[in-house]
C-alpha cells in the first residue's frame, strides 16, 4: 500500500494518524507533507521510527518550492513526478490522507 | 493623518500549499496603499513563508517569496517572527529571507492587545 500524505505535520494530524494506523509498505510525501522530511522539524524523531517500518519518499520539486532542497533527511527517498507515478503504478492500493 | 490605525497580519500557512500566504501578502500591500500601520506576523508554519532558496519552477507555480523583501519599499517594515514556531521548525534567522524581530509568545500577546485590527491568514 502506498499512503500519500499532503499536509503539515506540524499543523495536521493526517501523518500521525498514517503512522499509528498503517501497518506497513511505502509513504510518499507531497506538498505541505514535505516539512516532515526536514531535519530540525519537530516531527522528525517520529519520522525517523517510521522510516524502520515504511519506505519513505518526499516529492523533489515540493521540497525546492519551499527552499528545502538542502535539509531532508538521510534516508528519504527523494523522487520527481515520473517517480510518483511508478509508485503509484506499482502498489496494489493508494490511500491519500487528505 | 489622524486616521490611521495599526493592522495586524497574522501568518499561520505554510506557503505554495495553500493560498493564504499569498492572499495576505496582496492584501498587505493594499493596506500600505494606504498609508496605515502595518504589522506582519509570522507564526506557526507561516514562518515558513519566509524560507530562503524557493524555488517554484518544478511546481509550475509563482515563486512570491522575493516580494517579501519588497515590503521595505512600501514602508513596512515590522515583521515579527514566533521564536518558538521557527525553533520547532529547524529554522534560525538566517534562514530568513528578510531582517525580523523575534518575539516570544507572551511579547506577540502583547503586540497584539496593542492593535486596532488583526486579520488572520
Redesign the interface.
Known amino acids: 500500500m502506498l499512503h500519500i500524505i ?3 505535520p ?2 495536521n494530524t493526517s501523518l500521525e494518524s498514517c503512522l499509528s494506523v498503517a501497518q506497513g509498505g511505502e509513504i510518499l510525501l507531497i ?2 507533507a514535505v ?1 516532515a522530511a ?5 516531527f ?1 524523531s517520529k519520522i525517523l521510527e517510521a522510516m524502520k517500518r515504511f519506505k519513505v519518499y518526499v516529492l ?3 521540497l ?8 531532508a533527511i538521510a534516508g528519504i527517498l527523494p523522487v ?1 513526478y515520473g517517480g510518483f507515478v511508478d509508485l503509484a503504478a506499482n502498489n496494489q492500493n493508494c490511500q491519500s490522507w487528505l | 493623518m489622524s486616521d490611521i490605525k495599526k493592522f495586524m497580519f497574522v501568518n499561520r500557512k505554510a506557503p505554495h500549499g495553500t493560498v493564504y500566504a499569498l492572499e495576505s501578502l496582496e492584501v498587505v500591500l493594499i493596506t500600505a496603499a494606504f498609508d496605515q500601520d502595518v504589522s506582519l506576523v509570522f507564526m506557526d508554519d507561516g514562518v515558513y513563508q519566509l524560507k530562503k532558496g524557493q524555488q517554484t519552477k518544478g511546481i509550475e507555480t509563482k515563486n512570491f517569496s522575493p516580494a517579501y523583501r519588497a515590503l521595505e519599499g512600501y514602508d513596512i517594515e515590522k515583521l515579527y517572527v514566533d521564536k518558538e514556531s521557527m525553533e520547532a521548525r529547524g529554522l534560525s534567522e538566517e534562514d530568513l529571507l528578510v531582517d525580523v524581530t523575534v518575539l516570544s509568545r507572551t511579547e506577540m500577546g502583547e503586540l497584539m492587545e496593542q492593535q486596532d485590527a488583526v486579520l488572520s491568514y
Not at chain 1, 525546492?64 to 535539509?71: K, P, S, V, Y
Open positions: 499532503n499536509k503539515s506540524l499543523t506538498e505541505d516539512y526536514t531535519s530540525g522539524n519537530a522528525e523533489q520539486p515540493d525546492e518550492a519551499r527552499g528545502l532542497a538542502d535539509r520527481d
